[in-house]
């Protein structure tokens, strides 16, 4: 009977090299956790902020988007805003994951993290548009108003 070995096949003199990539790995997982992406929606509205790993950090909704005439365009916002940034993150784990596993190969450019210190706080972002007190506004009350109701 033939024994196939199976370290030999893939060009590895001995387990050893597994087991430093799997350590590898492990280690740059952590390095992952601690590295910050930001995607920004189009309209500028929605910024999300994810880890490494692609898990969400932070999301900032402009005061403006939600007071707009289309509250609804949030949502899909912060979604292109939360893809933007895992695609990022994604770039760069598949980069640093190709040159743990095939180290001096031509991997694409990887996308940067962002510098969390140099991310915009919601305080140093553009102010919309002054807010009113309730018995000041001009807008219509829809308050009680069902509109998925069919008249």
């Known amino acids: 009977m033939m024994t196939v070995d199976i370290f030999k096949m893939l060009g590895i003199s001995d387990g050893s090299e597994v087991a430093a990539s799997r350590r590898r790995?492990?280690?740059?997982?952590?390095?992952l956790a601690e590295l910050r992406f930001r995607g920004v929606s189009r309209d500028n509205s929605v910024t999300a902020i994810v880890d490494g790993r692609g898990a969400i950090v932070e999301i900032v909704v402009r005061d403006?988007?939600?007071r707009s005439a289309h509250p609804e365009l949030v949502g899909p916002a912060v979604v292109e805003?939360?893809?933007q940034a895992r695609a990022g993150a994604g770039q760069r784990a598949n980069a640093a994951v190709q040159e743990v596993l095939h180290p001096g190969s031509t991997a694409p450019a990887a996308t940067a993290p962002v510098n969390v210190s140099q991310r915009p706080s919601v305080a140093t972002q553009e102010p919309g548009p002054a807010r009113t007190s309730r018995g000041q506004s001009d807008d219509d009350d829809f308050g009680d108003y069902d509109f998925l109701a069919l008249e």
């Open 25 to 31: 790995l492990v280690e740059l997982d952590a390095e």
């Open 81 to 83: 805003a939360v893809n």
């Open 64 to 66: 403006a988007a939600l």
